[in-house]
Structures are given as C-alpha cells and as structure tokens.
C-alpha cells in the first residue's frame, strides 16, 4: 500500500524558509517521478514541482522559479521541497505526489498516481 506522508509545514513570515518533507513507502521508491503540489484557499489544486527518478530532472510552476527547490533522498525514500524567499500567497496547504513513471513533464493531477495527505504552509505578511 502506498504511502506519503508530508511534515515540515508550518508558520513563517513572509521572506523566511520552510522545508518540507515527504516519507514514502509501499512502492519502489527509486523508481518514480516525485512532485508536490498545493491548494490555496478557495482556489483549485495546482502544481509546484516535480523531479525524476534519479534526481537529475526537475520542473517547477512559475511562480515558484528561483525560489523552491525540490530534491529527494533515494536512500531514504524521502523527497523534499526547500522553500525561500516565501510570500503571503504561498499560503497553502502542500501535497506530496508520486508519478506514474520515472519522468513526467505534466503538470496535471492525472498524471500522478498517490498523493499525501497536506501539510499546511502559513505565510504571514
């Protein structure tokens, strides 16, 4: 059974750093695109970022360029999502996804399989 499980959100003002984690288990870890994405009050689930198997390929939404950075830990199954230079409207809560291949350019829920269940992000301004 497949599981992800986010930690590391929390309150921050606007201009500091968060990093989030995602443990997950059930499936071949190393074998499968990660990626993250949040809801924000009112507004629908859109994409943040996401990174290959291997770590050596990463997509990020525009409006988080420059300032989050995901990575991920084959070894420990964990992915992670370093977020600086945070604003007020990255306020949200964060969702841990996996891929349906090792690679995916989408930035569509369809195109990952499991998902976390959040972990809240407060930006205060």
């Known amino acids: 059974q497949v599981q992800l499980v986010e930690s590391g959100g929390g309150l921050v003002q606007a201009g500091g750093s968060l990093r989030l984690s995602c443990a997950a288990s059930g499936f071949t870890f190393n074998t499968y695109a990660m990626g993250w994405f949040r809801r924000a009050p009112g507004k629908e689930r859109e994409f943040v970022a996401a990174?290959?198997?291997?770590?050596?390929?990463?997509n990020y939404a525009d409006s988080v360029k420059g300032r989050f950075t995901i990575s991920r830990d084959n070894a420990k199954n964990t992915v992670y999502l370093q977020m600086n230079s945070l604003k007020p409207e990255d306020t949200a809560v964060y969702y841990c996804?996996?891929?349906?291949?090792?690679?995916?350019?989408?930035?569509?829920?369809?195109?990952?399989?499991?998902w976390g269940q959040g972990t809240q992000v407060t930006v205060s301004s």
């Open positions: 990174i290959s198997w291997s770590g050596g390929l990463t």
């Open positions: 996804t996996a891929g349906r291949t090792g690679w995916t350019n989408s930035r569509l829920e369809g195109g990952f399989a499991s």
